[in-house]
């Protein structure tokens, strides 16, 4: 059956979470699993359980998830953390405006099911980073969460150059800048599986924030 929608998921060492997060996508999904460097095992993991497994050797997010959205066929690509933050079931929640042509880019926007969840040094870094975006852009956004959706032609054509933190900044500064309309959906936000290397991190988040303010600057220039 060919992909409605192609769903990247940049992976570090997800094995424990990747067999509900794929088993949980929705039909006519398929899932594109970007091995970064994992030491455990997930891409055997993610093919077991029916992905499409790349390799990208560039460490960074936005390497892996780049280097998905240019192995996608389908002709909307959605991406979401492989760490079972995330409900995959969701995902056609955020896909559903781009198909019904009322937006080009969706956002979810994290709705915490746990205070632990989502850590609070996280949560105040998120709504610093979307301040700036709401002015910078003049959308009426709340989140720079990981899980979003557009068309795949569409992506492409912005050209992104991140390939650290950055990069999901990048493309709704690029998205923006396009005059995309840009939307956000809520979804549920969950402890993720094991350990975590960004978020769940005070130096994770701080090197996040670095990589954001960065592309803030570069695009203001």
Known sequence: MTAEVDVVFPCLNEAGALPAVLDGLPRGYRGIV?????????AAV????GA????????GFGAAAHAGLLAATAPIVA??????????ADLARVVAPIV???ANLVLGRRRP????????????ANAYLARRLRRATGADLHDLGPMRAARRADLVALGLNDRRSGYPLEMVLAAAAQHWRILEVDVDYRPRVGRSKV????????????DMARVLRERAR
């Open 100 to 102: 019904d042509g009322r």
């Open 113 to 124: 099911q746990l205070a632990r969840a989502w850590p609070v040094h996280a949560r105040m």
């Open 199 to 210: 978020t769940g991190t005070v130096r994770g988040t701080a090197t996040a924030i670095s």
């Open 46 to 49: 993610a093919a077991a359980h």
């Open 52 to 59: 499409i497994v790349i390799t990208e050797t560039r460490r």
């Open 79 to 88: 991406f979401c953390d492989a760490d079972g933050s995330f409900d995959s």
């Open 34 to 42: 970007v091995d970064n460097g994992s030491t455990d095992g997930s």
